[in-house]
């Protein structure tokens, strides 16, 4: 079965970190691109951050650039996403999903969602 499992979320202060995982179980990881997707309340879902399968190619949305690192583990069919000099904008539900490609694309379609994990920056 399938499954994508997120952790790492929390309540941090404006200016501090976290580290999101993203755990998946029941595919070929390695062939996979996996997307970072987010949801503010009241805003519609946005893409973050996305990796290739082999991690050789990343992309970020631009509110994220210079702050959030995506990576890979493919020995660990693990994904995850560092982000630093967090802002009260960044609050949201943060998913993983895997992608229909092994290429990387924020508006690519992915068709398996994990449930999220909640980020909330807030002073």
């Known amino acids: 079965q399938l499954q994508l499992v997120e952790s790492g979320g929390g309540l941090v202060q404006p200016g501090g970190s976290l580290r999101l995982s993203c755990a998946a179980s029941g595919f070929s990881f390695e062939y996979y691109a996996i997307g970072w997707f987010r949801q503010a309340p009241g805003k519609e879902r946005e893409g973050v951050s996305c990796?290739?399968?082999?991690?050789?190619?990343?992309k970020y949305a631009d509110s994220v650039k210079g702050r959030f690192t995506i990576s890979r583990d493919n020995a660990k069919n693990t994904v995850y996403l560092q982000m630093n000099s967090l802002k009260p904008e960044d609050t949201g539900v943060y998913s993983c999903?895997?992608?229909?490609?092994?290429?990387?694309?924020?508006?690519?379609?992915?068709?398996?969602w994990g449930q999220g994990t909640q980020v909330t920056v807030s002073s």
């Open positions: 999903a895997r992608s229909l490609y092994s290429f990387c694309s924020l508006s690519g379609k992915y068709d398996d």
């Open positions: 990796i290739s399968n082999s991690g050789g190619v990343t």
